[in-house]
């Protein structure tokens, strides 16, 4: 039996991953490190109530068989880029380094299509250097996914991007050949893929969208 941990289980894609974690007999324990409850009763489930920018302090509590990271903000919701940068960059690569400190083998962590450290457009730029940063803790299993936009229902009000989600849910399929790695991808596919990795090795450090998708739909 195994132990997982998540990082931002109160989000839709790790919402979705921790229903599937509470089904999977292979886990007998969730912790989960989030600033607010996850609101779910389950014998499973460990929640640690803290601020994520201390991640450290909790150091003690910080052991599993797998982290998955599933952190992350807009730039819409979070418009200070030092905020911002914190989260999206700060949280994983901590996290990661708390996971190579307390000898956790296997690291899963959500970045974004398009990342690139060296990009003129600070998003961009925030997530490659957070995966060129959690790649550099040396972690025995680092698994990096990339999805296009993320669709499914939020909690939060996001007016652009639920009419972004609704276009890219009529035009997906004119995305073929070379443009397939753009369709939007629904957070339950993101989770299933990352269990699935999680539990087979891979090959693959940096796993794209399309490549998330088919995973996926082997996996179920």
Not at 60 to 76: L, M
Not at 93 to 107: H, M, W, Y
Not at 129 to 157: C, H, N, W
Request: hydrophobic share 35%; glycine share 6%; with cysteine.
């Amino acid at each position: 039996m195994k132990t997982a941990i998540i990082l931002g289980a109160t989000g839709l894609t790790g919402g979705e991953l921790l229903e599937r974690l509470l089904e999977d007999k292979r886990y007998d324990k969730i912790k989960l490190f989030s600033r607010s409850t996850a609101g779910v009763k389950n014998d499973k489930i460990e929640e640690h109530l803290i601020d994520l920018f201390e991640l450290e302090k909790h150091a003690d509590d910080f052991v599993a068989d797998e982290v998955y990271c599933c952190i992350g903000t807009t730039q819409a919701k979070t418009p200070d880029e030092d905020t911002y940068h914190k989260i999206d960059y700060g949280i994983p690569v901590n996290a990661a380094k708390l996971a190579q400190k307390n000898r956790i083998s296997r690291f899963l962590v959500i970045s974004a299509l398009g990342a690139d450290e060296e990009s003129r457009f600070f998003y961009n730029r925030t997530k490659g250097e957070m995966e060129r940063d959690v790649k550099a803790q040396g972690i025995d299993e680092t698994y990096i996914f990339e999805p296009s936009l993320i669709a499914g229902k939020r909690d939060e009000k996001r007016p652009f991007e639920a009419a972004w989600q609704k276009a890219m849910s009529v035009g997906n399929h004119l995305l073929v050949g070379p443009l397939k790695k753009y369709r939007s991808i629904p957070a339950g596919k993101i989770a299933d893929a990352m269990i699935y990795v999680a539990n087979n090795k891979y090959s693959a450090t940096c796993i794209k969208s399309s490549e998330i998708r088919e995973i996926a739909e082997s996996y179920r």
